[in-house]
Protein backbone atom coordinates (compact mmCIF):
# COMPACT_ATOMS: atom_id res chain seq x y z
CA UNK A 1 0.00 0.00 0.00
CA UNK A 2 1.09 3.53 -0.72
CA UNK A 3 1.51 5.45 2.22
CA UNK A 4 0.73 9.43 2.29
CA UNK A 5 3.85 11.00 1.58
CA UNK A 6 4.99 8.25 -1.56
CA UNK A 7 1.58 9.51 -3.07
CA UNK A 8 2.44 13.02 -2.65
CA UNK A 9 5.88 12.18 -4.17
CA UNK A 10 4.44 10.62 -7.18
CA UNK A 11 1.86 13.43 -7.61
CA UNK A 12 4.63 16.27 -7.87
CA UNK A 13 6.86 14.22 -9.97
CA UNK A 14 3.93 13.75 -12.26
CA UNK A 15 3.24 17.34 -12.22
CA UNK A 16 6.81 18.35 -12.76
CA UNK A 17 6.86 15.97 -15.76
CA UNK A 18 3.87 17.96 -17.17
CA UNK A 19 5.04 21.09 -16.29
CA UNK A 20 7.91 20.19 -18.63
CA UNK A 21 6.15 18.89 -21.11
CA UNK A 22 3.94 21.87 -21.61
CA UNK A 23 7.04 24.02 -21.66
CA UNK A 24 8.16 22.02 -24.25
CA UNK A 25 5.18 22.60 -26.17
CA UNK A 26 5.57 25.98 -25.59
CA UNK A 27 8.93 26.53 -26.78
CA UNK A 28 8.90 24.66 -30.07
CA UNK A 29 5.02 26.75 -30.46
CA UNK A 30 7.21 29.78 -30.20
CA UNK A 31 9.68 28.68 -32.34
CA UNK A 32 7.13 27.38 -35.44
CA UNK A 33 5.25 30.88 -35.08
CA UNK A 34 2.56 29.66 -33.56
CA UNK A 35 0.65 31.60 -30.88
CA UNK A 36 1.53 29.77 -27.69
CA UNK A 37 -0.65 31.99 -25.52
CA UNK A 38 -3.51 30.30 -26.85
CA UNK A 39 -4.90 26.94 -24.64
CA UNK A 40 -3.20 23.83 -24.90
CA UNK A 41 -5.50 21.15 -25.44
CA UNK A 42 -4.45 17.55 -24.60
CA UNK A 43 -6.07 14.39 -26.09
CA UNK A 44 -6.07 10.70 -24.92
CA UNK A 45 -7.88 8.72 -27.14
CA UNK A 46 -10.66 10.92 -27.74
CA UNK A 47 -11.26 12.42 -24.22
CA UNK A 48 -9.93 15.55 -23.57
CA UNK A 49 -7.82 15.06 -20.58
CA UNK A 50 -6.12 19.04 -20.56
CA UNK A 51 -7.01 22.36 -21.53
CA UNK A 52 -4.46 24.89 -19.98
CA UNK A 53 -2.90 28.03 -21.02
CA UNK A 54 1.56 27.75 -19.44
CA UNK A 55 2.02 29.37 -16.64
CA UNK A 56 -1.80 29.69 -15.48
CA UNK A 57 -4.12 27.17 -14.01
CA UNK A 58 -5.48 24.46 -16.36
CA UNK A 59 -9.30 25.18 -16.93
CA UNK A 60 -9.48 21.26 -17.33
CA UNK A 61 -7.13 18.78 -15.91
CA UNK A 62 -7.92 15.00 -15.84
CA UNK A 63 -4.23 14.00 -16.41
CA UNK A 64 -3.21 11.07 -14.55
CA UNK A 65 -0.01 9.94 -13.60
CA UNK A 66 -0.52 7.10 -16.60
CA UNK A 67 -1.71 9.53 -18.78
CA UNK A 68 1.43 11.49 -18.29
CA UNK A 69 3.06 8.57 -18.70
CA UNK A 70 1.82 7.94 -22.11
CA UNK A 71 2.38 11.51 -23.26
CA UNK A 72 5.52 11.38 -22.00
CA UNK A 73 6.01 8.60 -23.93
CA UNK A 74 4.27 9.45 -26.87
CA UNK A 75 6.97 12.50 -27.32
CA UNK A 76 10.15 10.37 -26.74
CA UNK A 77 9.15 7.05 -27.62
CA UNK A 78 6.67 7.35 -30.70
CA UNK A 79 7.13 3.92 -32.06
CA UNK A 80 6.47 2.04 -28.86
CA UNK A 81 3.70 4.01 -27.49
CA UNK A 82 0.28 2.76 -27.42
CA UNK A 83 -2.85 4.39 -27.76
CA UNK A 84 -3.90 7.30 -29.22
CA UNK A 85 -2.33 11.41 -27.77
CA UNK A 86 -3.20 14.23 -29.92
CA UNK A 87 -2.57 17.69 -28.75
CA UNK A 88 -4.09 20.98 -30.22
CA UNK A 89 -2.81 25.06 -29.86
CA UNK A 90 -6.69 26.41 -30.01
CA UNK A 91 -8.40 24.91 -32.93
CA UNK A 92 -5.26 23.40 -34.71
CA UNK A 93 -3.73 20.25 -34.18
CA UNK A 94 -0.12 20.14 -33.76
CA UNK A 95 0.77 16.36 -32.62
CA UNK A 96 -0.79 13.28 -32.96
CA UNK A 97 0.08 9.85 -32.48
CA UNK A 98 -1.85 6.57 -32.45
CA UNK A 99 -0.49 3.35 -32.07
CA UNK A 100 2.94 3.93 -32.68
CA UNK A 101 2.42 6.10 -36.04
CA UNK A 102 3.18 9.76 -35.91
CA UNK A 103 0.32 10.77 -37.96
CA UNK A 104 0.95 14.69 -37.35
CA UNK A 105 3.97 16.83 -35.75
CA UNK A 106 3.88 20.53 -36.64
CA UNK A 107 6.11 20.83 -33.76
CA UNK A 108 8.81 18.88 -34.51
CA UNK A 109 8.08 17.02 -30.63
CA UNK A 110 8.71 13.51 -31.77
CA UNK A 111 12.51 12.19 -32.27
CA UNK A 112 13.66 12.07 -35.82
CA UNK A 113 13.83 8.64 -37.16
CA UNK A 114 16.82 7.10 -39.08
CA UNK A 115 14.75 6.70 -41.60
CA UNK A 116 13.76 10.76 -41.78
CA UNK A 117 17.98 11.35 -41.30
CA UNK A 118 18.42 9.09 -44.34
CA UNK A 119 15.82 10.50 -46.75
CA UNK A 120 16.83 14.12 -45.83
CA UNK A 121 20.38 13.57 -46.77
CA UNK A 122 19.77 12.40 -50.35
CA UNK A 123 19.78 14.91 -52.82
CA UNK A 124 16.88 15.62 -54.96
CA UNK A 125 17.46 17.80 -58.33
CA UNK A 126 14.42 19.12 -60.42
CA UNK A 127 15.13 19.17 -64.16
CA UNK A 128 15.88 23.13 -64.13
CA UNK A 129 18.84 22.69 -61.95
CA UNK A 130 20.08 19.67 -64.26
CA UNK A 131 19.48 21.69 -67.16
CA UNK A 132 21.38 24.24 -65.97
CA UNK A 133 24.54 21.80 -64.87
CA UNK A 134 24.61 20.83 -67.83
CA UNK A 135 24.91 23.93 -69.57
CA UNK A 136 27.64 25.31 -67.30
CA UNK A 137 30.05 21.98 -68.12
CA UNK A 138 29.29 22.61 -71.56
CA UNK A 139 30.60 26.13 -71.65
CA UNK A 140 33.46 24.79 -69.52
CA UNK A 141 34.36 22.00 -72.29
CA UNK A 142 33.68 24.74 -75.37
CA UNK A 143 36.40 27.00 -73.02
CA UNK A 144 38.70 23.87 -72.74
CA UNK A 145 38.49 22.25 -76.18
CA UNK A 146 39.43 25.96 -77.49
CA UNK A 147 42.54 25.62 -75.11
CA UNK A 148 43.58 22.21 -76.61
CA UNK A 149 42.82 23.80 -79.99
CA UNK A 150 45.60 26.36 -79.51
CA UNK A 151 48.00 23.57 -77.94
CA UNK A 152 47.85 21.52 -80.83
CA UNK A 153 48.44 24.44 -83.00
CA UNK A 154 51.70 25.39 -80.91
CA UNK A 155 49.85 28.79 -80.27
CA UNK A 156 51.29 28.51 -76.34
CA UNK A 157 51.52 31.92 -75.04
CA UNK A 158 52.19 32.89 -71.36
CA UNK A 159 48.52 33.09 -71.04
CA UNK A 160 47.07 29.58 -72.11
CA UNK A 161 49.70 28.10 -70.75
CA UNK A 162 48.03 29.61 -67.13
CA UNK A 163 45.08 29.29 -67.95
CA UNK A 164 45.59 25.13 -68.55
CA UNK A 165 47.52 24.82 -65.29
CA UNK A 166 44.43 26.32 -63.34
CA UNK A 167 41.73 23.97 -65.36
CA UNK A 168 43.64 20.85 -64.85
CA UNK A 169 44.31 22.01 -60.89
CA UNK A 170 40.20 22.30 -61.33
CA UNK A 171 39.72 19.25 -62.52
CA UNK A 172 41.65 17.72 -60.13
CA UNK A 173 39.87 19.12 -56.82
CA UNK A 174 36.95 18.07 -58.75
CA UNK A 175 37.72 14.39 -59.36
CA UNK A 176 38.75 14.17 -55.43
CA UNK A 177 35.75 15.65 -54.55
CA UNK A 178 33.74 12.89 -56.57
CA UNK A 179 35.94 10.42 -55.31
CA UNK A 180 35.24 11.41 -51.89
CA UNK A 181 31.82 11.35 -52.65
CA UNK A 182 31.81 8.01 -54.10
Not at 142 to 158: A, F, W
Not at 164 to 181: D, G, P, R, Y
Amino acid sequence: MIDDGEAKEIKRDYLDILESLLKLIHAKAKEKGLDPSKDVHIYSSSSKVYQGTLGESPSKNLLTPTIVENLKKALSDPKNSQGAISIKIGHEKVFHIKNGEVLTDKLGLAPRTQKNEVVSNERIYSVEALQKQVAVLQSKLESQQKLVDSLKKNEQTPESLSKLVAQVEEMSNALLKQQQLI
